[in-house]
């Protein structure tokens, strides 16, 4: 089955997971404690906050924020764990990566990492062969940040497909 990928230049970190499942797994499962606050943005976005209301719900927020970051640092506990692998993805799909180099080995398991719209996203996902994978994990929150990438990607190439046929 050929995959239509969506031209991308993206950095991606990873790492193959036998050795650190665990480690991964809790990093996986604490990550993106922000897309709480995000929650909160959207459901406030669909009441009338007068402007006073408005200010005080937003230094919640960054309060809330600053506190999660100081919790981080006071326990002296990293964000995220160290990853072996860093490289570029030349395409992606709605559950589908393909890598700008031969880097992965076929039917392995990885975690992986990457910043999309200044939110880092965390996933598992499987090397269907050395440049080509498919995301078998990744949050609700995260995967719909991913997806409205991907859907941006599509318009952007079905853009510059119509410009080049006229």
């Known amino acids: 089955m050929e995959i239509n990928f969506f031209k991308s230049s993206l950095d991606i970190e990873f790492e193959e997971i036998s050795m650190r499942y665990d480690e991964f797994l809790q990093e ?3 990550s993106n404690n922000f897309v709480n606050l995000n929650k909160w943005k959207k459901l406030a976005s669909r009441i009338e906050l007068s402007e006073g209301e408005q200010l ?4 919640l927020l960054d309060l809330k924020q600053e506190f999660f970051l100081l919790k981080n640092a006071m326990n002296q506990t990293k964000l995220y764990v160290n990853l072996n692998n860093q490289e570029e993805l030349e395409g992606v799909n709605f559950s589908h990566l393909k890598f700008k180099n031969e880097c992965l080995i076929s039917d392995q398991e990885y975690y992986g990492r ?12 499987k090397a269907l062969n050395q440049n080509e994978a498919k995301i078998s994990q990744m949050k609700n929150e995260d995967e719909n940040i991913y997806n409205n990438f991907v859907a941006d990607m599509q318009r952007v190439m079905i853009k ?6 006229e």
């Open 28 to 30: 996986y499962l604490t």
């Open 56 to 59: 005080i719900f937003d230094l």
């Open 114 to 125: 990457m910043e999309l719209n200044g939110q880092k996203i965390c996933f598992f996902f």
């Open 160 to 165: 510059i497909l119509k410009e080049k046929s």
